[in-house]
């Protein structure tokens, strides 16, 4: 069943994962995206703030991205993001951690100028498996509603 913007009501949406981050993982992100030391090498990063190798906030953003398309933006009627309102990273990304998912939806409203379609704007957060909050990430989507063509006009 694909979701449409009706689907989307405030409140908890869902829970997604546990997705396994591993060091060697952590390290060929970082390697080709965001080669600081304390995402590549354990020496510098145990001598950096985060105290241990850790991965790069733009790699959790991205597994971010992953776990909500295979949670459920890849069944729902997206047409895409205008952006992303707000980022935060809270504790590192470690290896081994197992992650999960928190999908509140903050806001749903029809659009203004496209009358077929919602905006949802979700917030997202992501845990490690101890529980602690590595990453908060709020973010609008447009969405199409149910029988869109009876909509418009």
Do not use: Y
């Not at 809270?90 to 379609?117: F, I, Y």
């Amino acid at each position: 069943m694909t979701l449409t913007f009706e689907d989307f009501t405030q409140g908890h949406f869902g829970s997604f994962g546990p997705r396994h981050v591993s060091r060697e993982e952590i390290i060929a992100f970082a390697a080709e995206f965001d080669p600081q030391p304390m995402h590549l090498d354990e020496e510098a990063a145990r001598e950096s703030m985060l105290r241990g190798l850790s991965g790069s906030g733009w790699h959790l953003c991205s597994l971010t991205m992953r776990m909500l398309f295979d949670g459920f933006i890849g069944r729902t009627a997206s047409l895409g993001s205008p952006g992303v309102n707000e980022v935060r990273w809270l504790s590192p990304l470690r290896p081994g951690d197992d992650l999960m998912l928190d999908v509140d939806v903050v806001e749903a409203r029809v659009s203004n100028s496209r009358p077929e379609t919602g905006i949802v704007t979700f917030k997202c957060t992501v845990r490690n498996n101890a529980g602690d909050a590595l990453c908060e990430m709020v973010s609008p989507i447009i969405v199409k509603r149910r029988d869109a063509n009876n909509k418009a006009g």
